[in-house]
């Protein structure tokens, strides 16, 4: 082989390895976009998954229909009320019935504080102030 025939396959090759760099880089580029786009999806889909469990459609409809928020809102007002009057109403009464049972028990210190906040609370509700 002479040196211009070396010289022309050297080029040839240089022009092949060239070629399929080229090649090897769009696959790689090409495997880059892919696994982007699979990221892209999975939090996409995380996403979704996210705004179902809060239940976000369901908040839109109801922003939708404000008589029906008002409606929600005034039903769960009216029940929480009722249901601290009622909590408020058991606990005062069952501390009340502690402190008389304490109060008979006639303990020589405790006894007489408990006895004057009896007295105190059975005066207030004989007052009737309407």
């Given at each position: 082989?002479t040196?211009?025939?070396?010289?022309?396959?050297?080029?040839?090759?240089?022009?092949?390895?060239?070629?399929?760099?080229?090649?090897?880089?769009?696959?790689?580029?090409?495997g880059?976009?892919?696994?982007?786009?699979?990221r892209?999806?999975?939090?996409?889909?995380?996403?979704?998954?996210?705004?179902?469990?809060?239940?976000?459609?369901?908040?839109?409809?109801?922003?939708?229909?404000?008589?029906?928020?008002?409606?929600?809102?005034?039903?769960s007002?009216?029940?929480?009320?009722?249901?601290?009057?009622?909590?408020?109403?058991?606990?005062?009464?069952?501390?009340?019935?502690?402190?008389?049972?304490?109060?008979?028990?006639?303990?020589?210190?405790?006894?007489?504080?408990?006895?004057?906040?009896?007295?105190?609370?059975?005066?207030?509700?004989?007052?009737?102030?309407?």
């Amino acid at each position: 082989m002479t040196a211009r025939s070396r010289r022309r396959q050297g080029i040839s090759r240089q022009k092949m390895n060239e070629g399929e760099a080229a090649k090897a880089a769009d696959k790689s580029a090409a495997g880059n976009q892919a696994e982007k786009l699979n990221r892209v999806e999975k939090l996409i889909h995380a996403v979704s998954e996210q705004m179902e469990r809060t239940r976000i459609a369901d908040y839109a409809l109801l922003l939708n229909r404000p008589w029906r928020l008002l409606w929600l809102n005034l039903i769960s007002g009216i029940s929480r009320g009722v249901g601290i009057a009622l909590g408020f109403t058991f606990f005062a009464a069952t501390i009340i019935y502690v402190l008389q049972v304490l109060g008979a028990l006639n303990l020589p210190i405790i006894g007489d504080y408990i006895a004057d906040i009896v007295r105190i609370v059975q005066r207030q509700l004989e007052l009737t102030t309407y």
